[in-house]
């Protein structure tokens, strides 16, 4: 017997479409009978040159404690992140389960049902999902030419019951950004929070972080997914104005951020050399594939590239790489992202090799 009660599910539950994941690496081996060591995953922007190893001997020196809860506030990791962005203390939330930990806490923070945000699209879909299960309604707002920012839409989009602007920046997936004069006219002639989400930020060329504190209505979200390569471990962190801070440590969830976690967290910023070895990676492959790519390629500061491979569809391209091993992004289930658009993890020099001959070759196809 199948039974189910969606009567004590609150209703705004009901139309929220699951997050749809890049695909992992034992899907593919088993659906295309591949040997699963011989994948290369470019679909979720992860970093291809793996963790930090002093992130993982950090993590494995703590291993026999985790009977223990770990420290309530993860001081030592909120210290760190203090000496990496350059700002105080009182303006660091460490968070976890990575930013999505974060989203979420604040959005329980703030939100409550009727009041509305704002999401340019195509964007990061957790946004959306974690409003919309505080009772949010969303605006989502449409791009302007070649999948740029139209601001002058998200400006007329504001009503007197937004409460949050999402701005992603780089986007994912355009992989664009939005410039400071931008964010500063928004955050001073607004009357609701702006969520600036830099998951991105260490791959591009500007970053919104010191403005946390010159504005008490800015967030910046940020996270140890990407360039720190953690993860798995599921770490972020927020930064935002100082009586912002005081109100989210009343709701977040306790001992947010796991030990093992927390260790890692701390090693991996004091990685200089991995870091920066990330970044020229990302910044490299990502100049060779907008060159080498047969298809539209936009110009993009994060570590992905979105190609456009109309008139081809995206699901037709992403297969076809998929059954030769290599996992891409196919863009189709963003919000107003169109059947056309898939974003590459930039890989090494040997991956980004085989995705660009792999795309040539599919382009020669459909061209016969
Ligand atoms: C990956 C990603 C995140 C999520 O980060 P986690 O810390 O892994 O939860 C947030 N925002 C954007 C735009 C991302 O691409």
Known sequence: MCLSRPELIKKEIGSIAEYVPGKSIDEIAGKYGLDPSSIIKLGSNENVLGPSSLAVNAMMSVTSGINLYPSADAMELVDALSVYTGLPVENICASGPGMDGLLDN????????????????????????????????????????????DIRSIKESITDRTKVIFLCSPNNPTGKVLEEAVVRDILGSVNCFVFVDEAYVEFADNDLSHLVTEYDNIIVGRTFSKVFGLAGLRIGYGLMPAWLKEQYMKVSTPFNVNLPALKA??????????????????????????????????????????????????????????AKGIIVRDCTSFRNAGNSLLRITVGNQHQNEKVVAFLKEIKAKIKM
Not at 106 to 131: C, H, K, N, Q
Not at 138 to 149: H, I, N, Q, R, T
Not at 269 to 281: G, R, V, Y
Request: glycine share 4%; hydrophobic share 45%; charged share 20%.
């Open 106 to 149: 604040l959005m329980r923070l703030i939100l409550s049902p009727g009041d509305e945000v704002i999401v340019p699209t195509p964007t990061f879909s957790y946004y959306e999902i974690a409003s919309r299960a505080n009772g949010a309604c969303v605006s989502y707002v449409l791009p302007g030419e070649k999948l740029a920012f």
């Open 265 to 322: 967290g701390v090693a991996a910023l004091s990685d200089k050399a991995h870091l920066q070895k990330s970044i020229e990676c990302a910044r490299s492959g990502r100049d060779y594939l907008k060159s080498k790519i047969p298809f539209t390629v936009h110009s993009s500061q994060a570590n992905f590239v979105l190609v456009d491979v109309a008139p081809m569809s995206a699901r037709t391209v992403a297969e076809y790489l998929l």
